[in-house]
């Protein structure tokens, strides 16, 4: 899996899909990826804080991978993040029923 290492957001989400990415045993590669690598990857995906993980299906009009939809390693991945994320990882749980107390408006 590769991410370039200039260019990009360096936000938390896309450190925990590196995360998650190593503890499936998936090499990463943080460097320099140029367009002709993206155009001849299998598939690709971008991140973000509000979409975990989403696939990207083509580039340019080049489909990824010679097929439509997402393939099968972003899918895993964009699962397990959202599995991870729900069941309460790097999350504080909020009691919205308690007032915080210090806290004016």
């Given at each position: 899996?590769f991410?370039?290492?200039t260019?990009?957001?360096?936000?938390?989400?896309?450190?925990?899909?590196?995360?998650?990415a190593?503890?499936?045993?998936?090499?990463?590669?943080?460097g320099?990826?140029?367009?002709?690598?993206?155009l001849d990857?299998?598939?690709?995906?971008?991140?973000?804080?509000?979409?975990?993980?989403?696939?990207?299906?083509?580039?340019?009009?080049?489909?990824?991978?010679?097929?439509?939809?997402?393939?099968?390693?972003?899918?895993?991945?964009?699962n397990?993040?959202w599995?991870?994320?729900?069941g309460g990882w790097?999350?504080?749980?909020?009691d919205y029923?308690?007032?915080?107390?210090?806290?004016?408006v």
């Amino acid at each position: 899996m590769f991410t370039p290492d200039t260019g990009c957001l360096e936000g938390i989400t896309r450190r925990t899909t590196l995360e998650l990415a190593q503890k499936q045993g998936l090499k990463t590669f943080v460097g320099k990826v140029s367009k002709e690598q993206l155009l001849d990857a299998d598939e690709a995906f971008i991140t973000s804080t509000a979409g975990g993980i989403m696939p990207i299906n083509s580039v340019d009009g080049v489909v990824l991978g010679g097929s439509e939809g997402p393939g099968a390693l972003t899918s895993s991945l964009h699962n397990l993040y959202w599995e991870t994320r729900w069941g309460g990882w790097l999350g504080t749980e909020i009691d919205y029923q308690r007032p915080i107390s210090g806290v004016g408006v």
